[in-house]
């Protein structure tokens, strides 16, 4: 979510986190004040704020499912955004990080992880051009971390005492250019989960299950395709209704090309490398009108589950039509690459392109399957 986000006007109080010095006014409490950006709680926004440093202002921006978005005040800071991903690097801490060995193994598992990202971010250029993902730095670097920060982003990855949760933390970092996105100018390619209860399956909504199992199986080549074109497109949208500001635009000649051409792109992607994508958070994927036109812009279209690749779908789709029970991981492996060929197919099917992702067995099992087993295992 490299862009800027709007502040609520909330402003709370915390302990300066460095002494006091010549060149900074502090007031007679010891006290600064930080802003909350909308979706932050006031108990992570205290936390990370009594950790940063007052050098540069880091200013926390927002918090993704994987990210803490930071900008800086300071003048030669002020077009960068800094993301710590915390989703790869707090599951470090169980493992235990006081020892010089330890810390030494997490680092190096990290940039691991980092340079399989990197490959993967070769391979989206190749398909999309350098112009639709932009220039990241991927490194490592050790953070400020207490406790408190990581019971707010993640309590599975709680030490079993807070005496073994360190200062500091070798993490994975990135820092990109900040990107204004203008939204008179631009169209996010975005399809929440739809097995969300505060989405498709609203528990208010007593056709909802039913909508979901059509959607799904049409999406996944299930039905039939002699399904009329225009009802096909309701179908889509019932799943991924954030793709209703798509179609609303595609009386516009240039916005249609753009819009078939990145979807047909989208559909070899997936088909031919089996990569997962992060559709769910805004503007990881959008369409952007600029001096040349339409075009895509995909700045962490990428999912944060490293491992994963959409063919894991044939295997999971075998266990579920057997009754067995997946695991947690592959619960969450499941539910990205599901997201995946299922909103592509949907950006497919309101583009208009005859294209679609296919994943072997998928479609051997109904979408009431795959609803009941997320519903019992409660993982949104």
Known sequence: MPESHAFEPTVVQVPKSRPKSDQTQESDSGQREIKIPTGVSVDLARAIGGLTPERYAPQL?????????????DPKHRNVVYKVNFHQTLPFLRKGLVYVEERAAAEHALQEQIEHRKDQVTILRDYFGHGAVPVQRLLVRDIPVSWEVVRQLNPYALPDSSEDVPKTIPAWVSIQRRLAID??????LRGY??????????????????????????LVGRIDEAV????????????FPE???VRKRLTDPEFRACVRETAKRLVDFTNETGIPLDVVGRN???LFKGEHGWEVKMPDALSPDLDAQTSDLTRLADMLKRGETLSNA?????????????????????????????IPGLKDV????????????KVL
């Open 243 to 245: 793709l209703e500001s």
């Open 183 to 188: 939204p008179e100018r631009s169209v996010m």
């Open 228 to 239: 009329p074109s225009e009802e096909q497109i309701e179908m889509a949208i019932d799943m």
């Open 366 to 377: 109904p979408g009431s399957s795959w609803r009941e087993m997320f519903r019992k295992a």
């Open 193 to 218: 989960y739809p097995e969300s209860p505060n989405h498709l399956l609203k528990s208010s909504d007593p056709d909802a299950g039913a909508v979901y199992d059509d959607s799904h199986d049409l």
């Open 330 to 358: 592959d619960l969450y492996s499941a539910l990205n690459c599901l997201n995946t060929v299922r909103f592509v197919n949907a950006l497919a099917i309101v583009a208009g392109i005859h294209g679609r992702v296919v």
């Open 284 to 286: 990881n994927v959008f």
């Open 61 to 73: 921006m927002a918090r993704g499912g994987e990210h803490l978005v930071f900008e800086f005040d």
